[in-house]
């Protein structure tokens, strides 16, 4: 590694502790008062009997998780995504994937509830998010190739329509449910980190990230061969076919979990990849290990500047994909200003 | 056996083949595939390499079928040039000459002896992209040739390249043309098979040449001598050539009126 890719890390990190430090002592109520922060670590070493009212640090430091879990998820996928597509505007979020992943969480929680009564299982939540993902995925993919030729304006098309389309049909499932849970739904589909997770989700999540960040970093060198186009990766001895389908299951699962932690959430996985290449250049493996830390400080900055600002509106919630799209909606306008070129390269 | 081509048939919609019983062997030298446009070429260059399988027939590589190569033992034996190769992110001339050893451990001191090899110091570190086209040229020859030279494979090998030279400045051809026969001079074990559309290239380049008509079948097959000839190339290109000859040279070139001046 060279130097200044160590230094880089390490400032990396540092901000994602900083900023992990931050959240967790600024909450709703603005900074805490040391009080509370004493609190807070005299709970976390278990002395139970120490307890300032509506405040566990559990809870806070799962919350920190969630974000962390779900801007790295993000943005691994985004990097995986962009790289096998040679497209900068692929990202889980415009191809598709959260919306895709957030109709198979409503569906099934719609089909549960409805023949059983009950609230549908983390294990089946789990599942449906990513069926949801990868079918939007492949979805898009069919719609936007020909004879395995991706057309990147079709497919950035598809994308949309595939997202609108899920949209759609999760509103429609809206009318099915109680006019609460409509408002939490509807909050959760604008991309807000969900505060009643069950355990099992962050361990899922958790163990599916780091998995897949394994076999991300396994087919990284692959992925630098493919930026080159299908042919030429195929002549230097990448199986295509198969890279396109391990990328694309681990592109859908890894963006897709993140939903049951924070709803569909725009443009990590876009805005991510780009700042990472800006920093340390194109080669996948470095490129997927700053994107997901740069994904995770990130989110857990926006949540923190989400909560803040939800205090000065009458709704008192503002949505961390709100302040996303804020941020994101005009980035995303000036790559496809900048790079008017990559609507003309073709598609692995 | 080498790379061996028996009754190929393709097509990309029902009953409108592109290629039609195609049967050629490729072995040593250089190869030049010549043809109107809408021939299938590039067709047929893309089932070579055993990136789509033909509609009918069988293609060999030293013997096994393309397309049950294990794809690191097909990139030792079968490199290929695109007319113009287009990295989506800014990787250097370095990374570039890396994928060369794709599959490998290579260390600095093998990719380093790569880019001495190639002369391509003065670029090592420039961003493909931002290079000139023939430069980027360049760098993909390098990066195919070091592909086919790697790990000592002794069977015979090939490099495919498909409109190699039609983007570049005389400069440019001449000094990629030059690489690839400095290349094979010193390892008889690489063939060449090359799409152009440029004769006098052919002629210089070639040790045998196939022709495919506008229906995708070989018109004909065999020597520089037996095939650029005004009356095999006119009815397959439909137009006429002139032959352009001197006391060292004879080629033939397209007949284009000469522009009456100012």
Redesign the interface.
Known sequence: MRARTALLLTILIVLLLAAIALRLIIWDGGVDSLDFIRAGIVQLFGASDFAVEGFSIRFRLRMVLSACLVGSGLAISGVLLQ?LL???LAAPSILGITSGAGLGVVLVILLTSASTGAIAPPGTRIAAAIIGAIAALVLVYLIGQR??VIEPVTLLLAGVIVSVICGALIATAYQFMSDQGVAAAIRWMMGSMVQDVPWIHHLAVGLIIVIGMVIAMRIA??L??I??????A??????VPRLRMTTFILAGTLAGVTVLLAGPIGFVGLICPHIA?RLV???HRTLLVFAALLGAALMVAADLVSTRAAAWSPAGQIPVGVLMALLGGPFFILLLRRRPA?FQ?GGP | MTLHLKDITYA?ERRRPVLREVTVTFDHGIHVILGPNGSGKSTLM?LM????PADTGSIELNGTPIGTVR??R??DQ???V?QR???????TVR??LA??R??QRADTGTLDDIIRAFDLELLADSVFSELSIGQQQDVTFAR?LA?LTRRGCSEPRHL?ADEPFSALDPAHVARCANRLQQVMEGDSGIAAILILHDFVLARRLASSITLLNGDGQVACNGTPEEVLRPEILAPVFRTDFMRLSGPDLDYLIPAIKESPGP
């Open positions: 790289g040679r497209n900068p004879r395995g060198p692959a630098d061969v930026t080159l186009g299908a042919e030429e195929h002549s230097i001895g990448v199986a290449r250049g194109p080669g990559a390269g | 990309y893309r390499l055993g990136v789509m794809p690191a097909r990139a079968l490199a290929y695109p190769s287009a990295p989506s992110v800014a990787f990374d570039i994928m060369s794709f599959g195919a592909q495919l």
